[in-house]
């Protein structure tokens, strides 16, 4: 049987673990709430209304593209892309393509970024890899003017963090969405991680230092997961009534 993404893929290694999948979102949370097109995420009202669901919703999307045999992956991805095409009928009006691939953009860097600061640094080949799988989801959903390559993507993602973000009252309103529903802990939890994984230009946007409190505890957090003890920590920083999500990004890893 064929997969999507090859079962010995570096790419299933940092989207199969529940701590690495929940910084990349942090990342993504943060470079989304500056997204010049972030008012087609509004156009539903869903995200402001359950961001914490709607992260878990894409989650499920990207776990049933990363860990299945390629037709239902590309089953997934189509769905997906069925799903964006009735928003912009409903609104008449068609979402930028260079918005689209802007949110490919976050999760070949904050797959990256995520694993680098959990685990360890990738080699080239496996940015290549990382690249490649978003890739095939970008082409597989019809996007226009991807680079081919990871070296060649460099460049262009370093002009769309220009070109396509900005500070607005949607970025404002996001962040003030996400403190309600983590609460003021966890909230400050969220922006210290974002610090970690998020770009130079995200930091200077939204005004974030170079220092992150976050940065002694990782050591300590990944001595956690050797003990096995991580699920205690969290058990403190995850908010309870997504307790149940959480622990279902950690099914793909033990499936294989």
Do not use: C
Request: aromatic share 12%; net charge neutral; glycine share 4%.
């Amino acid at each position: 049987m064929q997969f999507f993404v090859e079962e010995n893929s570096v790419v299933r290694k940092i989207w199969g673990k529940s701590d690495t999948v929940l910084f990349i979102f942090a990342g993504a949370a943060a470079e989304f709430a500056l997204n010049k097109a972030v008012d087609w995420l509004y156009f539903t009202g869903k995200l402001p209304a359950d961001p914490l669901g709607r992260l878990f919703s894409t989650v499920r999307y990207a776990g049933r593209i990363i860990f299945s045999p390629m037709d239902e992956a590309h089953k997934a991805i189509d769905t997906l892309r069925q799903i964006h095409a009735a928003v912009e009928q409903s609104r008449g009006a068609s979402i930028p393509d260079w918005a689209y691939r802007d949110v490919l953009f976050m999760l070949i860097h904050y797959s990256i970024a995520s694993y680098e600061l959990l685990e360890k640094k990738l080699s080239d080949e496996e940015k290549e890899e990382v690249y490649n799988v978003f890739y095939r989801v970008g082409a597989r959903m019809g996007l226009k003017e991807l680079p081919l390559s990871y070296l060649e993507w460099l460049p262009v993602r370093e002009a769309h963090l220009i070109e396509d973000l900005q500070k607005s009252e949607y970025t404002a309103d996001l962040f003030k969405q996400y403190k309600k529903h983590l609460g003021a802990m966890r909230f400050r939890v969220l922006t210290e991680a974002q610090k970690l994984v998020v770009p130079d230009r995200v930091k200077e946007l939204l005004q974030f230092n170079d220092f992150s409190l976050l940065t002694p505890v990782v050591p300590v957090y990944k001595i956690s997961r050797l003990m096995k003890m991580d699920w205690l920590l969290k058990s403190i920083l995850y908010p309870p009534d997504y307790k149940d999500q959480i622990d279902e990004l950690d099914v793909y890893r033990r499936k294989t």
